[in-house]
């Protein structure tokens, strides 16, 4: 019976070519040709470069023993063609056919592997492995829960590591991923953690001292990886989307999260990066959480105002007075209630930022409402209105005492001149008439006051008392001819 050279399966066909269990050719058994004189060599230049080529996968051609080959992975020996070009296995690792010459049998389990699912450090397959791994690590995690890794327990560790065969660097992983296991975080906060809030919230309002708010921002974030909160949570992303804007914003598109307040102050990062999402965020916010209704109402009115004192524009800042004013106090969540009572101040001082406002409030004015830049310009309008006000005042002022000391220059003036006539009338020779003065001399004023004197004209005289009489008599002729005369004359 003729046996497969490869397999050692046994035949039906003596004459059979072919293996019908693994596929390798099968040698014939016809009479060997007798000899024949040797040819001289020639060279056969396709044939070298083809054996042994495991890049190319195609049909093999084989005609006599010394014609050229057409196929890749084919071994001569003594003039006996084999070809392992069909040759396929299935990888137990990934389940795909692969070649056997691009396979390798596993040590451990026994089954055939392609070479990259083979780890040579270990000598094993990738499955293989990684069942070491978690035994390794089931049994370190029991050692560690015992208590502190003393020399007995890192003995024990040691031994389970060389039984299955780990190397150091696959033990060190799997201790420091045991180590730095996230605990279970508890929504109640301790006394000390309380402090500590309370410590942060106030560093973070101090909006003008960044080294206060970069302590802030880490006590919150430790607060936020130990604990889940609901007020430290609140906090913690408002602190970040305030202070870390840009992080605020790579996180909030990255992370998949139904963290609410992350959603909620979205909007608030978007804003201070001057980037026109923020209303995409909160139609989200919307979205995921609509039953918050009077949360999502103030958050609307929060962002109206970020962009209302942005721009200065009061269509935004009126309709955040809008909103505002349909919000309910009663349902709002509880961190947000100081955000509300800075916008009901707000809306009483007639939604201008500039007036008597608590610390709390200024901090969301600031920070939340980003009031800050209106605050500046309102400041600097004012300012300005001060200083023109100032600088009219100081002229009407320059004014005033210009005119007083031009009053003040003529009542000198007209006290020298007084001088100086009562000593003329006193150096006058007795009985001597004093010196009359022309009509055209200018009129003298009393010293000490501002109405002037003016000279007493002379009279007419006779000429001017019969130029009146004469016109009178002409006055009562005339009247008596005018007048007709009673009939008893007639």
């Known amino acids: 019976m ?8 046994v035949l039906a066909d003596d004459n059979a070519r072919f293996c019908p269990a693994c596929g390798r050719e099968c040698p014939t058994s016809a009479p060997k040709p007798a000899p024949q004189p040797a040819a001289p060599p020639t060279a056969e230049p396709d044939a070298g470069p083809l054996v042994g080529d495991k ?162 921002m880490e006590t919150l974030a430790v607060l936020h990886d130990l604990t889940a909160n609901y007020a430290a949570e609140y906090w913690y992303f408002l602190a970040r989307a305030i202070l870390e804007p840009e992080a605020a914003v790579k996180s909030y598109e990255e992370e998949l999260t139904d963290i609410y307040w992350q959603r909620y102050w979205g909007f608030l ?79 009483d001082n007639d939604m201008s930022p500039e007036g008597s406002f608590d610390a709390g409030q200024l901090f969301v004015l600031l920070a939340v409402f980003r009031a800050g830049k209106q605050i500046d310009r309102l400041r600097a309008e004012r300012a300005a209105q001060e200083a023109a006000a100032r600088a009219e005042h100081e002229r009407q002022e320059r004014e005033r005492a210009a005119a007083e000391q031009a009053r003040r220059e003529r009542q000198a003036a007209l006290a020298a001149e007084r001088a100086r006539r009562l000593e003329r009338e006193l150096g006058r020779p007795e009985g001597q008439k004093p010196k009359p003065e022309s009509a055209d001399a200018p009129a003298k004023a009393f010293a000490g006051f501002d109405t002037p004197v003016l000279p007493e004209k002379k009279r007419g005289g006779w000429k001017r008392t019969a130029a009146i009489a004469v016109g009178i008599l002409l006055l009562i002729l005339i009247a008596l001819f005018l007048i007709p005369a009673p009939d008893s004359l007639q």
């Open 269 to 347: 990062a978007y804003c201070r990066i001057g980037s026109p999402k923020g209303s995409a965020a909160l139609e989200r916010v919307r979205t995921a959480f609509g039953e918050h209704e009077d949360d999502i109402r103030l958050a609307e009115a929060a962002y109206y105002l970020a962009r209302g004192f942005e721009s200065s524009d009061q269509t935004m800042i009126r309709r955040a007075g809008t909103i505002g004013g349909q919000i309910r106090r009663e349902y709002l969540s509880q961190p947000l209630i100081e955000v509300h009572d800075a916008l009901r101040a707000l809306m």
């Open 2 to 9: 003729k046996k497969c050279p490869n397999c050692g399966t």
């Open 55 to 216: 890049n190319l996968i195609n049909d093999s051609t084989i005609v006599g023993k010394q014609e050229n080959y057409e196929a890749s992975n084919i071994t001569i020996h003594n003039n006996i063609t084999e070809d392992h070009s069909h040759m396929t296995v299935v990888c137990a690792v990934s389940g795909k056919r692969i070649y056997l010459d691009h396979s390798v049998v596993c040590p451990q389990c026994g089954k055939q592997v392609a070479l990259e699912y083979y780890i040579e450090r270990s000598k094993r397959c990738e499955t293989c492995e990684e069942e070491a791994r978690g035994e390794f690590r089931t049994t370190a995690a029991r050692i560690t829960a015992e208590g502190p890794l003393d020399a007995a327990r890192k003995r024990q560790l040691d031994a389970e590591a060389e039984r299955l065969h780990l190397d150091g660097e696959s033990r060190m992983a799997i201790l420091r991923s045991l180590q730095q296991q996230t605990p279970v975080r508890n929504p109640k906060l301790s006394s000390l953690q309380e402090a500590e809030l309370e410590t942060a919230v106030g560093q973070l309002k101090r909006t003008d001292a960044p080294e206060e708010q970069a302590k802030a």
